[in-house]
């Protein structure tokens, strides 16, 4: 902010917010030729015949990801104060979904923990009706004050452009979000109150083993979260023996869940919780039955996850797991 940067054009301005946000080269490469097309398609926006011949010819490339740097494009141009760059955006999006139709996310994900609130509200928008409930669900924690305080101020920016459409659509995904969020929060505090009930169950057994081996079935998300809340609540106050029993009691839990687990997913815990590369190189030698190429696709599914949560330390450690494991192993062709 103390040493802005003067930017001659357009796409050099997406380019620099690109960069700023960590974006590699292939995804910056495969971007501009994103904005290349944009281009293109408002050079011929004005002839009807071009347009619809150039969606046709490029129609694989108009993707869900195409429609969300363009809706990015318009919202950095309006920040930037140039309504004509960012009216001639708006109408050449309302042509090419009115040509295409809305791509649509077809199932629902995770989006980056650094998401904006406009790439929040336009994969919402994207997303079938089926979708959006669960793709809420992946992505509440990012549906807070300032996201609907965006959401909010697009709806009265629409109104005053009259764009009654966009309002209106603007103004019902903001109606079924707020009934999809109440449900879920309503079936997460009945989810945590399951898990305390279950806690308090288990510590008020005579066997708290056998407790847990009994009613392991009903362990669930909800239930270790409550767990670790309680935990760090013990801490907190200072009371380290109930501590204590807490994490021996959520460390049994654990062991028994991953018993249950596949070969290759308590052979992935082991690795990750190993503290050296040395003992991981031991854990690897005492597994020789694991399907390896399994374990490889586990740990690319979990790095990939990671790094589009922006959990970075995470996705490294994985990295480094995977490449200790695949240089012991020939994956089948």
């Known amino acids: 902010l103390l ?7 357009f796409d050099s301005l997406i380019e620099n917010i690109l960069q700023a946000d960590g974006i590699t080269p292939d995804m910056l490469e495969a971007q501009r030729q994103q904005l ?7 050079d011929r926006m004005h002839d009807d015949a071009q347009l619809k011949t150039l969606v046709d010819e490029r129609r694989a490339e108009l993707t869900y990801e ?4 363009l809706s990015t494009a318009i919202d950095a141009a309006r920040h930037e104060g140039d309504e004509t760059e960012s009216r001639q955006l708006l109408s050449l999006r309302d042509k090419l979904l009115a040509l295409t139709g809305a791509p649509a996310l077809s199932q629902a994900t995770s989006l980056p923990r650094d998401a904006t609130a406009q790439q929040l509200i336009e994969a919402f928008l994207a997303a079938p009706a089926h979708v959006l409930p669960d793709l809420v669900a992946a992505n509440r924690h990012l549906l807070d004050y300032g996201f609907y305080r965006t959401l909010s ?4 920016t629409a109104q005053a452009a ?8 603007l103004s019902d995904l903001r109606s079924r979000l707020l009934v999809i969020t109440d449900e879920i929060d309503r079936q997460v505090r009945e989810a945590l109150g399951r898990g305390a009930d279950l806690l308090k169950a288990i510590l008020q057994s005579s066997d708290p083993r ?12 909800a ?16 009371q380290t023996q109930e501590a204590e029993v807490l994490e021996g009691i959520y460390g049994f839990i654990l062991a028994q869940l991953e018993e249950q687990m596949p070969p290759e997913i308590r052979l992935m815990n082991r690795l990750m919780r190993a503290p050296t590369r040395e003992a991981r190189q031991q854990i690897l030698s005492q597994e020789p039955g694991v399907d390896r190429a399994a374990l490889l696709a586990l740990l690319k599914q979990i790095e990939a996850d990671a790094r589009q949560q922006g959990e970075t330390d995470l996705a490294n450690q994985v990295q480094e797991v995977y490449a200790q494991v695949d240089v012991r192993v020939e ?3």
């Open 3 to 9: 040493q802005p940067r003067m930017v001659l054009t």
């Open 36 to 42: 290349r097309l944009i281009r293109d398609l408002l």
């Open 66 to 69: 195409f429609f969300l740097l």
């Open 153 to 156: 101020g697009q709806i009265d």
């Open 162 to 169: 009259k764009e009654s459409s966009r309002a209106q659509q």
């Open 210 to 221: 056998q407790t847990i081996r009994d009613r392991l079935n009903e362990v669930d998300e």
């Open 223 to 238: 239930t270790l979260v409550v767990m670790q809340l309680n935990i760090a609540e013990a801490r907190r106050q200072g």
């Open 331 to 333: 994956v089948p062709r």
